[in-house]
C-alpha cells in the first residue's frame, strides 16, 4: 500500500493538465466552437508562465501570466472565427502550429533553467494513512481543478447561464431570436476555455515539470480535445477520463523504472494508444455520439445573415 499511494498521487497530478484543458475546450464546445488550438495555447501558456515565475520569483504569478496567455490567444481566436467567419477547424490548426513555433523561440534564454517548486499539504489530514500521501500533499491547482470540475457541471446543469449555453450550442439562432448575444456568448466561453487552457500549460512548466523544454506539452492539447469527446461532454467524466490517461501515463513511467522488458518507446505511445483506443470504440456507435454533441459544434453563426 504504501508503494500504491504515491503512484495515485502522482497519476493525479500527471491527470490534472488534462482536466484543466478538457474542462475548457467542454466549454468552449457546449457554446458550438471547437478550438483545436490548445495545443498551442499550452505550449505558449507553459513558457510565458515560466518566464514570469523564474523573472518574478513567484510561481503564483506564472499561473496568472499562464492564464493571460491562453486568454488573449482564445480571444484572438474568437475574432477570427466569431467574427470574421473563418473555419474553425482551420483557424485552430494555425493557432497550434503558431503555438508551438513561438514558444520554442520565446524560451531559447530559457531552456535548462529549473524552478524550486515548494512542496504542499493539508494539515491534518496529511496524516492519515494512505490518503494522506496519495491524496492530500497536492499542489492548490490541482484541489482547483477538481472545484472547477464541480463548478462548471452545476454551472451548465443548474443555472439559467449554463442554459443559456448549452442553447447557444444547440441553436445559436433560435438564442438569437430570444435575444441573446450569441456572439458575445461564445466569446466568453473561448476566453473562459483559453485561461484553463492557459492554467493547464503553466501547471506543466511550474509544477509537473518545472523547467522548460521544448514541446513539453507533448501532445496533451490533443489528447485533452479527444477527452472531451470520450467524456462525451459531461464534466464528471472528463475527471474520470483524465486521470484515467494520468494513471497510464505514470504506470509507463514506473514500468521503464522497473527495467519491464519492453522499448522505452513503446511504452511512451501506451497514452496516446488508449486515446486512439477509446475514440475507436466511441465512434463505433455514430448515434450516441450525435446524441450528446452540442447540434451546432463547428458551425459558425452571422446574426446579420
Given at each position: 500500500?504504501?508503494?500504491?499511494?504515491?503512484?495515485?498521487?502522482?497519476?493525479?497530478?500527471?491527470?490534472?493538465?488534462?482536466?484543466?484543458?478538457?474542462?475548457?475546450?467542454?466549454?468552449?464546445e457546449?457554446?458550438?466552437?471547437?478550438?483545436?488550438?490548445?495545443?498551442?495555447?499550452?505550449?505558449?501558456?507553459?513558457?510565458?508562465?515560466?518566464?514570469t515565475?523564474?523573472?518574478?520569483?513567484?510561481?503564483?504569478?506564472?499561473?496568472?501570466?499562464?492564464?493571460?496567455?491562453?486568454?488573449?490567444?482564445a480571444?484572438?481566436?474568437?475574432?477570427?472565427?466569431?467574427?470574421?467567419?473563418?473555419?474553425q477547424?482551420?483557424?485552430?490548426l494555425?493557432?497550434?502550429?503558431?503555438?508551438?513555433?513561438?514558444s520554442?523561440?520565446?524560451?531559447i534564454?530559457?531552456?535548462?533553467?529549473?524552478?524550486n517548486?515548494?512542496?504542499?499539504?493539508?494539515?491534518?489530514?496529511?496524516?492519515?494513512?494512505?490518503?494522506g500521501?496519495?491524496?492530500?500533499?497536492?499542489?492548490?491547482?490541482?484541489?482547483?481543478?477538481?472545484l472547477?470540475?464541480?463548478?462548471?457541471?452545476?454551472f451548465?446543469?443548474?443555472?439559467?447561464?449554463?442554459?443559456?449555453?448549452?442553447?447557444?450550442?444547440?441553436?445559436?439562432?433560435?438564442?438569437?431570436?430570444l435575444?441573446?448575444?450569441?456572439?458575445?456568448?461564445?466569446l466568453?466561453?473561448?476566453?473562459?476555455?483559453?485561461?484553463?487552457?492557459?492554467?493547464?500549460?503553466?501547471?506543466?512548466?511550474?509544477?509537473?515539470?518545472?523547467m522548460?523544454?521544448?514541446?513539453?506539452?507533448?501532445?496533451?492539447?490533443?489528447?485533452?480535445?479527444?477527452l472531451?469527446?470520450?467524456?462525451?461532454?459531461?464534466p464528471?467524466?472528463?475527471?474520470?477520463?483524465?486521470?484515467?490517461?494520468?494513471?497510464?501515463?505514470?504506470?509507463?513511467?514506473?514500468?521503464?523504472?522497473?527495467?519491464?522488458?519492453?522499448?522505452?518507446?513503446l511504452?511512451?505511445?501506451?497514452?496516446y494508444l488508449?486515446?486512439?483506443?477509446?475514440?475507436?470504440?466511441?465512434?463505433?456507435?455514430?448515434g450516441?455520439?450525435?446524441?450528446?454533441?452540442?447540434?451546432?459544434?463547428g458551425k459558425?453563426?452571422?446574426p446579420n445573415?
Amino acid at each position: 500500500m504504501e508503494s500504491i499511494a504515491p503512484l495515485i498521487a502522482a497519476a493525479i497530478t500527471s491527470g490534472t493538465p488534462l482536466m484543466l484543458a478538457s474542462l475548457g475546450l467542454l466549454v468552449n464546445e457546449k457554446s458550438g466552437v471547437i478550438n483545436l488550438g490548445s495545443e498551442g495555447m499550452m505550449l505558449m501558456a507553459a513558457v510565458i508562465g515560466f518566464a514570469t515565475a523564474l523573472t518574478a520569483g513567484s510561481i503564483s504569478l506564472g499561473f496568472v501570466a499562464g492564464a493571460l496567455a491562453g486568454i488573449v490567444l482564445a480571444a484572438f481566436f474568437a475574432w477570427l472565427t466569431v467574427w470574421l467567419g473563418a473555419n474553425q477547424v482551420a483557424t485552430g490548426l494555425a493557432l497550434s502550429l503558431f503555438g508551438a513555433g513561438a514558444s520554442a523561440y520565446i524560451g531559447i534564454p530559457y531552456v535548462g533553467k529549473t524552478l524550486n517548486v515548494p512542496q504542499f499539504s493539508i494539515p491534518l489530514l496529511e496524516h492519515i494513512p494512505f490518503l494522506g500521501d496519495a491524496l492530500f500533499k497536492q499542489h492548490p491547482v490541482v484541489y482547483l481543478s477538481m472545484l472547477l470540475c464541480a463548478g462548471i457541471a452545476w454551472f451548465l446543469y443548474r443555472t439559467r447561464p449554463g442554459l443559456v449555453l448549452r442553447s447557444v450550442g444547440e441553436s445559436p439562432s433560435s438564442a438569437h431570436a430570444l435575444g441573446y448575444n450569441v456572439r458575445q456568448i461564445r466569446l466568453a466561453a473561448l476566453m473562459f476555455g483559453g485561461a484553463c487552457c492557459g492554467l493547464a500549460g503553466a501547471f506543466m512548466s511550474l509544477v509537473y515539470t518545472p523547467m522548460w523544454v521544448e514541446d513539453m506539452v507533448a501532445g496533451r492539447g490533443w489528447i485533452a480535445l479527444a477527452l472531451t469527446t470520450f467524456a462525451t461532454w459531461r464534466p464528471a467524466r472528463v475527471l474520470v477520463g483524465a486521470y484515467l490517461f494520468g494513471g497510464i501515463t505514470i504506470l509507463t513511467y514506473h514500468m521503464q523504472a522497473r527495467g519491464v522488458p519492453i522499448a522505452s518507446q513503446l511504452l511512451s505511445m501506451l497514452p496516446y494508444l488508449a486515446t486512439i483506443l477509446v475514440l475507436v470504440l466511441i465512434s463505433r456507435n455514430a448515434g450516441w455520439i450525435r446524441l450528446n454533441m452540442p447540434a451546432s459544434l463547428g458551425k459558425n453563426f452571422n446574426p446579420n445573415a
